[in-house]
């Protein structure tokens, strides 16, 4: 009569096999793997949305009781209005170097970008890059009940303004 021992040999699958545990290595390796690019693509399309200015698709609407005084920013819809001596102007909110979203600083005095850095004076004018160039003035009106429209679509020369008596 045989010992039982050997009549019933404990099974293979109880104890995991060299290949199996090299299998869980691989697949945990890739699981890994894919999460950390799932994160780093999250993380960029994030990045881009919350950056980019996402400019507004028709023109964008002032009210004329709440207009910016002199040296203040009025900023709505990737659009900030402003204002200095010779009247009122519109400044589109797009960084010319990837199109991020500048906003403006009060303790600063100019508009920075979240992005790479650049800065932009009260009128737009170009501070410090890596932009090549300077924020652009959008053309600015008045509609029929008065409100005040600044079109992304539409740039205006620099220095163009709204003067006192049409604001
Ligand atoms: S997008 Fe503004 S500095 Fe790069």
Known sequence: ?????????APAQA????????????LLL???????????????LRL???????GAAGPVA???QKLPLPGQVLAQGGVALLRDQAG???????????GCRPEWSPGQGRFLCPCHGSAFAYDGA????????GLGQLALERDARGWLLADP???????ARLKAGEA
């Open 30 to 44: 890739w699981a890994g793997l894919v999460a950390a690019a799932g994160l780093a693509l999250g993380a960029a």
């Open 15 to 26: 104890r995991p096999s060299r290949r199996g545990l090299l299998r869980g290595f691989w």
């Open 126 to 133: 170009l501070l410090k890059g890596p932009a090549q160039q």
């Open 62 to 64: 002032f009210d004329p």
């Open 153 to 159: 679509q539409r740039p205006a020369p620099a220095g």
């Open 1 to 9: 009569m045989p010992h039982a021992s050997q009549e019933n040999p």
């Open 88 to 98: 009122l102007f519109a400044l589109g909110l797009t960084c010319p170097h990837l």
């Open 48 to 54: 881009i949305g919350a950056g980019s200015s996402a």
